[in-house]
């Protein structure tokens, strides 16, 4: 169904196992960052963007199968988008109540992926009617969610690495 797409969803999906990847190796670098103290932003922050590359992982691989139906595709796809909007949908409203979160994280770690995986619903409901539109509208939304996800991982990352020279400044003083 998606056979023209295949090195797109190849390569997006690349693109999110890697990252995935890198996550965990800097997660681990600076482990020391992540204390009980701080379980709220890491849940906040640090879990959503896991959460989201491991769904363009998904869409990738889903995408990739080259037996769908449209109804097939559209409930897999559908499932997961479920899913991705509830879980968006909880993380706003930490964004929101937390009082940890400025305008630009709110826009990129809430609004954004909730934007992204209305996309992929829609994908999975015109999957039945409008197969061409359906696959515009799927490419976009899993690229609205990588891309945005990699500011995401850098903003993480940045945060991080302050935490961790604050730290080496409050010992050596």
């Known amino acids: 169904m998606l056979e023209r797409?295949?090195?797109f969803y190849a390569l997006i999906g690349t693109a999110a196992a890697a990252l995935i990847a890198l996550l965990f190796v800097a997660v681990s670098i600076g482990v020391g960052v992540l204390s009980r103290e701080r379980h709220g932003p890491t849940r906040t922050y640090m879990s959503p963007v896991a959460f989201h590359f491991a769904a363009v992982?998904?869409?990738?691989?889903?995408a990739l199968v080259p037996s769908h139906t449209p109804a097939s595709l559209g409930l897999l796809l559908g499932g997961?988008?479920?899913v991705g909007i509830v879980y968006a949908a909880f993380i706003i409203r930490r964004l929101l109540t937390d009082n940890i979160a400025d305008l630009p994280d709110r826009l990129a770690?809430?609004?954004?992926p909730l934007v992204a995986y209305g996309g992929v619903l829609a994908a999975s409901l015109l999957f039945q009617e409008r197969p061409e539109r359906a696959a515009d509208v799927l490419a976009a939304a899993v690229l609205l969610l990588l891309t945005v996800?990699?500011?995401?991982?850098w903003d993480l990352l940045l945060a991080m690495a302050r935490r961790r020279s604050q730290s080496r400044q409050d010992g050596a003083e």
């Open 57 to 62: 992982l998904f869409v990738a691989a889903v």
């Open 149 to 153: 996800n990699m500011r995401n991982a």
């Open 80 to 82: 997961a988008a479920v």
């Open 5 to 7: 797409w295949h090195e």
């Open 109 to 112: 770690y809430g609004l954004a």
